[in-house]
């Protein structure tokens, strides 16, 4: 590789990095709790946001428990765990972890969840094992080995009825996850894709990548987009949720949102894959 291409490929880098809300920030404010801090909120009759600003986690409630996606880290596991409480359900009625890939941001706390209030955690084969590796951007407590989710998987809590696919590229096996959500009864097929950003380097896993946005374009009725970093609109449309009317449409059901936001995610990707062919020409 050229040192030119070189240059070029570690800028493409960062910007893939800092393009996700909230990663332009300085490390120190993404990691205060108090700069970070959400009030949590009820998005949905069973889905709540208790994530950050930066990093999203979020809480499923089924009438045989709890469900989490994500587990956050260091302090903001702390605050994730407090907003479940100050939401008013019972940490220790969590059931399941579901962990979308093994980034410290979304895994670091998963230990912690394990440990004090027994949750069983979920992730891909490939993900368990980058657990036991050098971590990709720095070191978390390595969560106890449960069940490894594969491409067509399902998990059943009560009547709450869950389906994975694996989706690789910002990781080898990053997990995302369909499932319905309901507003005042009515619901909506909702999927929560595990793993956006483009901050990862090579033509395969570019390309993996841009296999998996084509395999969830081809899914029939996707109706809302549950992020694991907050979009551009995100607290937009938490603001619009509070403010809503009787007769007003809920503002997190987007279908058509969620097919431009694919579109402009394998446009990026695409992107990206001619500069990873150039840099490794």
Request: proline share 5%; charged share 20%.
């Amino acid at each position: 590789m050229s040192s030119r291409f070189s240059l070029l490929f570690s800028i493409f880098t960062l910007l893939c990095l800092f393009s996700l809300p909230g990663l332009a920030q300085e490390p120190a404010e993404r990691d205060d709790p108090e700069l970070q801090y959400v009030e949590p909120f009820q998005v949905f009759d069973n889905l709540y946001y208790i994530g950050a600003r930066w990093v999203s986690s979020w809480l499923l409630v089924t009438d045989q428990g709890l469900i989490v996606f994500d587990a956050l880290y260091d302090e903001l596991t702390d605050m994730a765990i407090d907003n479940i409480r100050q939401l008013g359900f019972d940490p220790d009625d969590i059931r399941y972890l579901i962990v979308s890939h093994a980034h410290f941001d979304h895994v670091g706390g998963a230990r912690r969840f394990q440990e004090e209030f027994a949750a069983v955690t979920m992730m891909t084969e490939e993900d368990w094992q980058m657990t036991n590796e050098p971590a990709v951007y720095r070191e978390y407590p390595t969560p106890i080995r449960h069940l490894s989710a594969s491409n067509g998987a399902t998990l059943n809590l009560g009547r709450t009825h869950l389906r994975f696919m694996t989706t690789p590229g910002h990781t080898p096996g990053v997990l995302s996850t369909l499932f319905t959500v309901y507003d005042n009864g009515y619901p909506y097929n909702a999927m929560l894709f595990g793993g956006v950003g483009l901050n990862f380097s090579g033509v395969e896993r570019t390309e993996l990548y841009i296999d998996s946005i084509e395999r969830m374009q081809q899914l029939q009725d996707i109706e809302v987009n549950i992020t694991n970093h907050p979009s551009d609109d995100f607290f937009e449309r938490a603001a619009m949720l509070q403010e809503r009317g009787e007769d007003d449409p809920h503002p997190f059901v987007d279908p058509q949102g969620w097919t431009a936001w694919l579109d402009t995610l394998k446009s990026n990707a695409e992107a990206k894959l001619a500069d990873e062919r150039a840099a490794a020409n």
